[in-house]
């Protein structure tokens, strides 16, 4: 089971986390279980404190103690791609928030994107690169491989920016004017004909960074910067990046596009996870096999149980140290040659009862008899020479002896006989050598039922994990006869005649399968399976018609199980045939497969499965589908959204309700007034929409008043009065009237309402003001806009005079002042 955690402090033989479990939280993680790559010095690692990683529980030790985790990759990492990008995509975002931040302080690294071309001065050339100063103070970075030639101190260098790097306040640049080229100064984060996501492209890789690798796109990528996550994980602690050498050109496949970047993975490093996902999922179906055998195995031998009675301590105690003492050192339980005392020394090891050693000498017992029975086989069939090579003993022969007698007969051509025949002979073989060996137990004291039971089932048993398959159940329903041949027996003489008709019928199958086709029919047979497969892949990329049955939506959301909207539509097909229940199952088939990092693609499930209550559910179901997403989602985020869903429905009363305790909960949010106010002018309640204009006049700060009653303004112009609109906004000019925004945004309403004239009456007063020359020069430039689009020439040349006679009248009043 996999859990999140938080690293709580850092030492070098161990890390302390803290996982998300009541009462005992606190788990030690020792340095070699917390990455693949042996570390001796988790301080090495570069963790930090509060630092989230993902944990896989390895052992349970009770409800009041905390569970031994580990953090290896191999662990907890599903070889899933989608683990890469989101970790580079939240790098990016965090990237973007400290850029905003440092626009705001005027740090001049802000002003600098990927792709722009800079000048500078080099101030020092060390074997690690070469350092610029650009012309605005900055400083700048240049290994050696991103320059050719010697560079020489004082020299004037141009270069193109690879990457920002804020933390250590200086920027990448590459100084080669062939890399420069190959370099867009305009860096949109788009490819060539509309290409998207799941595009190949060939990329060079430029910069190899702990938090990503900086390549170019070459062909359809437009000179483009793109960006590979050097980390697969958020728990890959020791990233391998000796893999990327920078000037190496490799294929590319493009995974995201966010925030006008192009992420990538390398199309090796693609099929290498496809190859180890598929071996993972085979190995836990080999697992969960092997697990349903034990447990078949398991209760079998319990209903077995009260029928055995005392019957395998009697064998434990008579028959299987017989057994250890004339078993041969290739199939006995103790390692090496051993005589009687090495293997039965003690008498209470002979009388051991369970599992612990009748299993394993039983299994020894009749792993003897196969290789008593293979030295008669063998043996009839070889030469004085072959016979004189065999062990001196006569109860058994070794396992490596009877290798070498079988390599050696396959030389000399004396084992001609198939496969088949050979497993047949060697199961009549070694059914009558355990018939002997039982025979000759009953001699020497007797054997009672139970034991002739056991005996039976592990024959069954061991014969059929010899021979897989290949040899028919043996019927033992009648027991054993101990005085008559068991070929004159009816139920042996089906059995055989069942065996020989069943081997005919495999060996004509496996030559069937065997037999040869020609060149041309292997070819033609590829073809139609090529053809076969290209009609099932159109089908299925076929666009146009999209998914058309549930198995075609099951194939949709695996291919893209963080897709919301893939979600969303298979509960839309659902609906469409009125499933209402096979819809909130596959709602909540979807929140349990999206990964939680994507917090809105999980949201957007919960909206529609609000949405789904909200139409064909009843109350009881929608509030408590509301409660849970409320837990697990932003509260504020929930609220608006079940807002626009009760005023789509119509809902006034319920969406009343919700605006009051929006507005008391978020008071000091102002989208959740504007929301509030929206909702009620779209469901006609004007007179409390106004009123609630008003209150958040009163419960927000005071700056935000002008931005507040402007919206409201939008807000009555587009579902309300306008004439109540227009108000509001000449009422804002005369209070504020050097806020030149609030004179576009008046313009911008006008035009929108198609009333021209009244729209070029505000500009006029707009102009005719005495404000600064900045704000003036905006005022002028949108009266210009406003002529080009909806005015006549005359107009555009008069806005013009006005703005030269402001100009001069401002210039000889500076005079003036001189």
Not at 542 to 565: C, H, Y
């Amino acid at each position: 089971m996999l859990l999140p955690c938080t690293v709580r402090s850092i030492m070098p033989k161990q890390v302390t986390l803290q996982l998300p479990l009541p009462g005992s939280n606190i788990t030690h993680v020792k340095s070699k279980d917390l990455c693949s790559v042996g570390v001796k010095d988790a301080t090495q690692l570069g963790l930090v404190d509060h630092q989230g990683l993902m944990s896989q529980v390895v052992k349970v030790y009770g409800s009041h103690e905390c569970p031994h985790v580990t953090t290896k990759l191999s662990q907890c990492w599903d070889y899933s791609t989608e683990a890469c990008v989101s970790l580079l995509c939240s790098f990016w975002q965090d990237y973007d928030k400290i850029a905003a931040h440092m626009k705001e302080q005027g740090n001049p690294l802000a002003n600098l994107v990927p792709g722009d071309r800079v000048t500078g001065e080099v101030v020092a050339v060390e074997n690690c690169g070469a350092v610029v100063r650009l012309e605005n103070g900055i400083q700048g970075i240049a290994t050696p491989e991103l320059y050719k030639g010697p560079l020489k101190c004082g020299a004037k260098v141009e270069g193109t920016v690879l990457f920002i790097d804020f933390l250590n306040q200086c920027v990448e640049l590459t100084l080669c004017h062939g890399i420069m080229k190959r370099i867009n100064t305009v860096q949109d984060g788009k490819l060539d004909n509309d290409l998207g996501v799941g595009t190949g492209v060939r990329g060079e890789v430029l910069s190899v960074r702990q938090e990503m690798i900086v390549i170019v796109l070459k062909g359809a990528g437009r000179k483009q910067l793109a960006y590979l996550p050097s980390r697969c994980h958020m728990n890959d602690l020791v990233p391998d990046l000796q893999q990327y050498r920078i000037g190496e050109t490799s294929k590319m496949i493009v995974q995201a596009l966010v925030g006008g970047r192009i992420i990538c993975l390398q199309q090796k490093f693609v099929f290498k996870l496809i190859k180890l996902k598929a071996r993972a999922a085979v190995a836990a179906e080999s697992a969960k096999r092997k697990v349903d055998r034990t447990s078949q195995h398991q209760k079998s031998e319990l209903s077995n149980g009260n029928r055995l009675g005392t019957s395998e301590q009697e064998l434990n105690t008579r028959i299987l140290p017989r057994v250890k003492r004339h078993e041969g050192a290739g199939y006995d339980s103790c390692e090496g040659p051993t005589n009687d005392d090495a293997c039965v020394s003690e008498p209470e090891n002979e009388t051991k009862s369970g599992e612990e050693s009748s299993d394993e000498d039983e299994t020894a017992f009749l792993r003897r008899l196969e290789a008593k029975a293979m030295k008669n086989y063998y043996g009839n069939s070889t030469s004085n020479e072959v016979q004189e090579t065999s062990h001196n003993s006569d109860d058994y022969i070794t396992e490596q002896e009877m290798k070498q007698k079988k390599r050696k007969m396959h030389e000399e051509g004396i084992i001609e006989d198939c496969e088949e025949t050979y497993k047949k002979k060697m199961k009549t073989t070694v059914r009558d050598e355990l018939l002997k060996e039982l025979k000759d137990i009953d001699h020497e004291g007797g054997c009672n039922s139970g034991v002739e039971t056991l005996i039976q089932r592990k024959e069954i048993k061991e014969l059929k994990n010899l021979y897989c398959g290949q040899a028919a159940r043996l019927s033992v329903s009648a027991g054993f006869v101990w005085d008559a041949d068991p070929s004159l027996l009816p139920a042996a003489a089906a059995a055989q005649k069942s065996d020989s008709s069943s081997d005919e019928e495999e060996v004509s199958k496996t030559e069937g399968k065997s037999k040869k086709l020609s060149r041309v029919e292997r070819r033609e047979q590829a073809r139609q399976e090529e053809e076969r497969l290209r009609a099932i892949e159109q089908k299925l990329m076929d666009s146009e018609t999209g998914p058309q049955s549930a198995d075609d939506f099951d194939r949709l959301v695996l291919s893209s199980p963080n897709n919301s909207m893939c979600w969303i539509k298979y509960m839309a097909f659902h609906l469409q045939a009125t499933e209402i229940e096979k819809a909130r199952a596959i709602a909540h088939r979807a929140l349990n497969t999206i990964s939680f990092r994507e917090e809105q693609e999980k949201l957007n499930v919960w909206c529609a499965l609000l949405n789904l209550e909200n139409l064909y559910g009843t109350k009881e179901s929608l509030d408590k589908v509301l409660e849970e997403a409320l837990q697990m989602n932003d509260p504020f985020k929930v609220h608006t959204q079940m807002l626009q869903i009760y005023a789509d429905s119509g809902k006034s009363e319920e969406a009343e309700k919700l605006v009051s305790l929006l507005t008391k909960k978020f008071r000091d949010n102002k989208q959740a007034w504007l929301q509030g106010g929206e909702v009620l002018l779209k469901l006609g309640k004007l007179e409390k929409a106004r009123s609630l204009m008003q209150r958040a006049i009163t419960n927000l700060d005071k700056k935000l008043h002008v931005e507040i009653i402007s919206k409201f303004a939008h807000l009555e112009n587009q579902l309300g009065e306008p004439e109540r609109a227009q108000t509001l906004m000449e009422h804002i000019l005369t209070s504020y009237p050097k806020r030149v925004d609030i004179w576009s945004s008046y313009v911008d309403m006008l035009v929108k309402n198609g009333q021209l004239e009244a729209a070029r009456q505000v500009l006029e007063r707009g102009v005719a003001q005495k404000l600064p020359a900045r704000r003036m020069k905006s005022l002028f430039a949108k009266f210009l806009r406003f002529e080009e689009h909806h005015g006549t020439p005359e107009g555009m040349e008069k806005v013009r005079q006005m703005a030269v006679s402001y100009v001069e009248t401002t210039a000889g009043r500076l005079d003036d002042e001189n």
